[in-house]
């Protein structure tokens, strides 16, 4: 059996918890129609891989069976940033599936996380439109569909290329992570009609990044603003010192 064991993937404070489990009940009140959910930002380094890791773990311990899907073909980080051991004889991945050198359950990786399975990259590969415009990938998520509960899609950034775009055509809905202070409101704009022009549902976005005194504990309470906790992320790459994040979900 393929297993895959999270290495370094710390628990979270009890704001940026309370935050993702709130963010977790908007997904689990958002309809039996919308279980498959892509996670997607303008740019790279927004926390897109850091939130949906979070949706997944936090979704997992309220007893969802949920699978993560790396969809990031050309320059996948998501294992490496977090060591990521990996067990397996054949270690195939969503490029080998895509390319027909396998079949689903040969991708399907159970983890240390209970109730949490992922399906790794595999090969990154430079031709990813090629592989996402074929028929697999939607057997795919209908396969999954029957054998979890939510499928969640760690997808690359919409930015310039079109990979989400064409991936948002398979999923229910989507979730926009926003870096706060980094991207225009004109970029994020193009990013949304990017993916409104593949007829993505976009259920809303999380603004990622934000110092804890920039909004006040009244908005923070009343407008809908939720703690996250430091980027794994950027800490790993920065060794910068810890910090405080928030998002803040729009949407249904």
Same mark, same amino acid.
């Given at each position: 059996?393929?297993?895959? $064991?999270?290495?370094?993937?710390?628990?979270?404070?009890?704001?940026?918890?309370?935050?993702?489990?709130?963010?977790?009940?908007?997904?689990?009140?958002? %309809? $039996?129609?919308?279980?498959?959910?892509?996670?997607?930002?303008?740019?790279?380094?927004?926390? !897109?891989?850091?939130?949906?890791?979070?949706?997944?773990?936090?979704?997992?311990? &309220?007893?969802?069976?949920?699978?993560?899907?790396?969809?990031?073909?050309?320059?996948?980080? &998501?294992?490496?940033?977090?060591?990521?051991?990996?067990?397996?004889?054949?270690?195939? %991945?969503?490029?080998?599936?895509?390319? %027909?050198?396998?079949?689903?359950?040969?991708?399907?990786?159970?983890?240390?996380?209970?109730?949490?399975? /992922?399906?790794?990259? %595999?090969?990154? =590969?430079?031709?990813?439109?090629?592989?996402?415009?074929?028929?697999?990938?939607?057997?795919?998520?209908?396969?999954?569909?029957?054998?979890?509960?939510?499928?969640? =899609?760690?997808?690359?950034?919409?930015?310039?290329?079109?990979?989400?775009?064409?991936?948002? !055509?398979?999923?229910?809905? /989507? &979730?926009?992570?926003? !870096?706060?202070? @980094? /991207?225009?409101?004109? @970029?994020?704009?193009?990013?949304?009609?990017?993916? $409104?022009?593949?007829?993505?549902?976009?259920?809303?976005?999380?603004?990622?990044? /934000?110092?804890?005194?920039?909004?006040?504990?009244?908005?923070?309470?009343?407008?809908?603003?939720?703690?996250?906790?430091?980027?794994?992320?950027?800490?790993?790459?920065?060794?910068?010192?810890?910090? !405080?994040?928030?998002?803040?979900?729009?949407?249904?």
């Amino acid at each position: 059996m393929n297993t895959l $064991e999270f290495t370094r993937f710390r628990e979270l404070e009890y704001a940026a918890q309370e935050a993702i489990n709130t963010l977790c009940t908007n997904l689990t009140f958002a %309809g $039996e129609d919308k279980r498959v959910i892509m996670v997607t930002s303008s740019h790279a380094h927004e926390g !897109k891989s850091f939130v949906t890791l979070n949706i997944m773990r936090t979704l997992a311990g &309220l007893g969802h069976q949920v699978v993560l899907l790396d969809m990031d073909l050309r320059r996948s980080q &998501l294992l490496s940033r977090y060591r990521v051991n990996v067990e397996s004889d054949t270690k195939y %991945g969503m490029s080998h599936y895509l390319a %027909g050198m396998c079949e689903v359950d040969d991708t399907i990786y159970s983890t240390n996380i209970r109730n949490a399975s /992922v399906i790794p990259v %595999g090969r990154e =590969v430079s031709n990813s439109l090629a592989l996402l415009s074929n028929s697999r990938l939607d057997a795919m998520i209908r396969e999954l569909r029957d054998k979890f509960e939510f499928v969640l =899609v760690d997808a690359p950034p919409v930015g310039l290329i079109v990979d989400a775009a064409e991936i948002s !055509k398979h999923v229910d809905g /989507v &979730l926009l992570v926003v !870096k706060y202070n @980094e /991207v225009s409101r004109r @970029e994020l704009a193009e990013a949304k009609l990017q993916l $409104e022009r593949a007829g993505a549902n976009i259920l809303g976005a999380v603004l990622n990044d /934000v110092s804890f005194d920039s909004l006040s504990s009244k908005r923070y309470y009343n407008k809908g603003y939720y703690s996250s906790y430091e980027s794994a992320s950027a800490a790993a790459e920065k060794k910068s010192a810890s910090g !405080k994040l928030k998002a803040k979900l729009f949407g249904k």
